[in-house]
């Protein structure tokens, strides 16, 4: 008789299966609110990494490893900033596949960082970047452990680029996500000998708002998925939020949803 599937494995074969079919925007973004929104979303995320990228230090020789590459989004990223050695890597099978045929100028390793280093010595890298992964780490201690291999990848003085979701009240868990407070998120990270330099919004009303009040967030969540029911109201909607989505980005301190932070190794 056939074992009965883990959580592990269960949440290993969720991204491989949505990777396999959707290896873009959609896949890899809000899944619920299509790829056409998702498209404008993505613009605001490249706008704020292109801002906060400005504060890690970059030289031609900076080793950079991205975990949960995904569909690569981030390693044309990093190279459009002035990185050059940029390794991918990812724990969906389908996504490594892919990210060798389209990037075929880059090492692509696939790697569970929850559960060790692959096939990377410690202290390898300057720069490791980690986006729109942690919260889908669903099991606290594989979360702590991800945060441990991170650190011991980064050299003395490295950088961890990452977004997260810094919740001011207790937790709250799904099956494939996990939004974790602000302060065990920090103390995590301090735990790990990552101390956080930066904390900026990454999106503010264009994903779901799950730092506000209840009531906030079944409203806007309500219209956000109404609006983009269909590809041309998505596409629409994204577009009237652009403008106003960049510059809440630029002047506010933290945000309701996804915020980018960088944090240094001691």
């Given at each position: 008789?056939?074992?009965?599937?883990?959580?592990?494995?269960?949440?290993?074969?969720?991204?491989?299966?949505?990777?396999?079919?959707?290896?873009?925007?959609?896949?890899?973004?809000?899944?619920?609110?299509?790829?056409?929104?998702?498209?404008?979303?993505?613009?605001?995320?490249?706008?704020?990494?292109?801002?906060?990228?400005?504060?890690?230090?970059?030289?031609?020789?900076?080793?950079?490893?991205?975990?949960?590459?995904?569909?690569?989004?981030?390693?044309?990223?990093?190279?459009?900033?002035?990185?050059?050695?940029?390794v991918a890597s990812d724990m969906a099978a389908p996504a490594?596949?892919?990210?060798?045929?389209?990037?075929?100028?880059?090492?692509?390793?696939?790697?569970?960082?929850?559960?060790?280093?692959?096939?990377?010595?410690?202290?390898?890298?300057?720069?490791?970047?980690?986006?729109?992964?942690?919260?889908?780490?669903?099991?606290?201690?594989?979360?702590?452990?991800?945060?441990?291999?991170?650190?011991?990848?980064?050299?003395?003085?490295?950088?961890?680029?990452?977004?997260?979701?810094?919740?001011?009240?207790?937790?709250?868990?799904?099956?494939?996500?996990?939004?974790?407070?602000?302060?065990?998120?920090?103390?995590?990270?301090?735990?790990?000998?990552?101390?956080?330099?930066?904390?900026?919004?990454?999106?503010?009303?264009?994903?779901?708002?799950?730092?506000?009040?209840?009531?906030?967030?079944?409203?806007?969540?309500?219209?956000?998925?109404?609006?983009?029911?269909?590809?041309?109201?998505?596409?629409?909607?994204?577009?009237?939020?652009?403008?106003?989505?960049?510059?809440?980005?630029?002047?506010?301190?933290?945000?309701?949803?996804?915020?980018?932070?960088?944090?240094?190794?001691?």
């Amino acid at each position: 008789m056939m074992g009965k599937m883990s959580v592990d494995d269960d949440h290993t074969q969720f991204w491989e299966d949505r990777l396999a079919d959707e290896w873009d925007e959609g896949g890899v973004g809000y899944h619920a609110l299509g790829k056409p929104f998702n498209n404008w979303m993505y613009r605001v995320r490249k706008h704020v990494f292109f801002r906060e990228a400005q504060h890690v230090p970059l030289t031609p020789a900076t080793a950079i490893l991205d975990v949960g590459s995904g569909t690569g989004l981030y390693l044309d990223w990093w190279r459009q900033v002035g990185a050059r050695d940029v390794v991918a890597s990812d724990m969906a099978a389908p996504a490594v596949d892919k990210l060798r045929v389209h990037y075929p100028d880059h090492r692509v390793e696939q790697l569970d960082i929850s559960a060790g280093l692959g096939p990377f010595e410690p202290e390898s890298f300057d720069v490791i970047s980690m986006m729109d992964v942690l919260f889908h780490i669903t099991d606290d201690g594989k979360y702590t452990a991800a945060l441990a291999n991170i650190s011991r990848l980064l050299r003395p003085g490295g950088h961890f680029v990452f977004s997260e979701n810094f919740l001011h009240r207790p937790s709250d868990r799904t099956d494939h996500q996990v939004n974790r407070s602000k302060v065990w998120i920090t103390n995590a990270l301090e735990s790990a000998g990552l101390v956080i330099e930066r904390r900026k919004p990454m999106l503010v009303l264009m994903n779901a708002q799950v730092d506000a009040p209840k009531a906030w967030r079944k409203v806007w969540g309500g219209a956000l998925r109404a609006v983009t029911l269909t590809p041309p109201t998505g596409w629409l909607a994204g577009a009237m939020l652009y403008p106003g989505e960049r510059l809440l980005t630029t002047q506010l301190s933290e945000s309701p949803t996804t915020e980018l932070a960088i944090a240094r190794k001691a």
